[in-house]
């Protein structure tokens, strides 16, 4: 088993994937997101929706996988990347909320929950890295 | 040395399936996180600096500019010879008014307005049976208030059904901006006859205010909350709200036939 913040990591990162997965999936596929608002579709189709023609859910969905991928290995490097990957989607899930509120007026569900989930990774990811620190303080 | 004897230490009351601390860090003990939670942080605000300013420059593509307006040259042929005045399209004397309240940024009265304005002009309006009013409502956000400002602006020009089929030919993203002194001069500037310069001065003029504040009183009192929605009835009489929100013509056209009827 692995120790409950890892497993956590895993487990946020295994939901941002599915999010991210079915927002990709829309973008390509063309079809339209399950929104009852219908500001899912504003957010989606807006300039903001791609960076650099990537759109922002592949970048999500790199990112998710990437902090996943940290998890093989438990080391300080690991931990810290994955701190770092969390910190740069929890920064940029900000703006992009803000500009969900401010620019376009709209809101979209689906980025709402992976600003979530992405807010919970850098709380987990920070407290492991923060428990790195802690033990090797106490040992010493 | 204190940090060489962690790793043994640690590693006998480590539990099973944690990993060690001082393994983790390959016995070199791990004091120097601060050290890491500074670097995160500004690897962090590189990359995020970054993403946004590359954010911030994405779309710039789709900039709406004098000589990228599309649909210019049909519009005037299918508005040329038309009498209008303000928001009215048609003949003063038609028989049958129907009201449009659209959003400029509403990509929904966009389709409907590519799929049906040319058949309702050429059938109806062009032969002096039905005048068009437009209701604009402005409601997704800053750039659909800058726009009608500037329809109606380009309404105290009597050119206020060209700019609005051309601003929806040219509609962008919803608040992405789109909606600049730049593009709305550049759509102004495709419509022969207006004068760029008094349509952008005249955007704030007291007229404009007062006819968005009629709009938005027609659209409360008759209970509309969505775009595009159309009203019909007799020229100078109640109007009711029709179901004219399809891409099925005949269906537009029976409405618009009943209406006709109803005059005779």
């Known amino acids: 088993m692995p120790h409950p913040m890892r497993a956590a990591v ?21 079809v339209g997101l399950a929104c009852a608002t219908g500001g899912c579709e504003t957010v989606q189709g807006s300039r903001y929706s791609a960076v ?38 929890f920064a940029f899930g900000l703006y992009l909320l803000y500009v969900q509120l401010f620019v376009l007026d709209a809101i979209c569900h ?29 040992a010493a | 040395m204190a940090k060489q ?15 060690p601390a001082a393994k983790r860090t390959g016995g ?13 942080g500004v690897v ?43 928001i ?26 590519e799929a049906n304005f040319a058949m309702i002009v050429d059938e109806y309006v062009r032969p002096g049976n039905v005048r068009l009013e437009y209701r604009g409502l402005a409601f997704i956000g800053t750039d659909s208030q800058e726009a009608l400002r500037t329809a109606h602006a380009a309404g105290d020009q009597n050119k206020l059904w060209n700019f609005t089929e051309l601003t929806f030919q040219n509609q962008g993203e919803p608040n992405s901006g789109w909606v600049t002194d730049d593009s709305m001069r550049a759509i102004g500037s495709s419509i022969p006859g207006l004068n760029t310069d008094l349509m952008m001065e005249a955007r704030d003029a007291d007229e404009v205010q007062v006819a968005i504040t009629v709009a938005e009183g027609q659209a409360e009192s008759a209970g509309i909350n969505a775009t595009p ?4 009835g007799l020229t100078g009489g109640a109007l009711v709200v029709v179901d004219l929100n399809t891409n099925d013509q005949d269906a537009i056209r029976a409405i618009l036939d009943d209406a006709l009827a109803d005059v005779t």
Request: one cysteine or more; proline letters at 4%; glycine letters at 8%.
């Open chain 1, 52 to 89: 650099a023609g990537i759109p922002v859910a592949v970048l999500g969905l790199l990112g998710y996988a990437g902090i996943l991928a940290t998890t093989v290995r438990d080391t300080v490097f690991a931990r810290a990347a994955a701190f770092a990957l969390a910190t740069i989607g």
């Open chain 2, 44 to 86: 962090a605000m590189v990359v995020v600096a970054v993403l946004i300013i590359a954010s911030q420059l994405g779309g710039g593509d789709d900039a709406i500019t004098a000589d990228a307006v599309e649909g210019a040259a049909e519009t005037q042929a299918l508005l040329n010879g038309i009498p209008q005045e303000g």
């Open chain 1, 10 to 30: 895993i487990a946020l990162s295994l939901v941002g994937i599915a999010i991210a997965c079915y927002l990709t999936y829309s973008r390509y596929a063309d």
């Open chain 2, 229 to 232: 929605t159309f009203q019909v």
């Open chain 1, 110 to 138: 689906w980025c709402l929950a992976s600003d979530a989930v992405m807010t919970a990774l850098f709380v987990v990811t920070l407290l492991r890295v923060r428990t790195d620190y802690l033990e090797e303080v106490r």
């Open chain 2, 28 to 40: 070199r003990g791990n004091r120097k996180l601060p050290l890491i939670l500074a670097g995160v």
């Open chain 2, 5 to 19: 004897t962690v790793p043994a230490t640690r590693s006998k009351k480590g539990k099973k399936g944690k990993v």
């Open chain 2, 88 to 113: 009215a399209l048609g003949d003063p004397d038609a028989p049958v008014t129907l009201a449009e309240y659209a959003d400029l940024q509403c990509p929904h009265c966009a389709d409907w307005t």
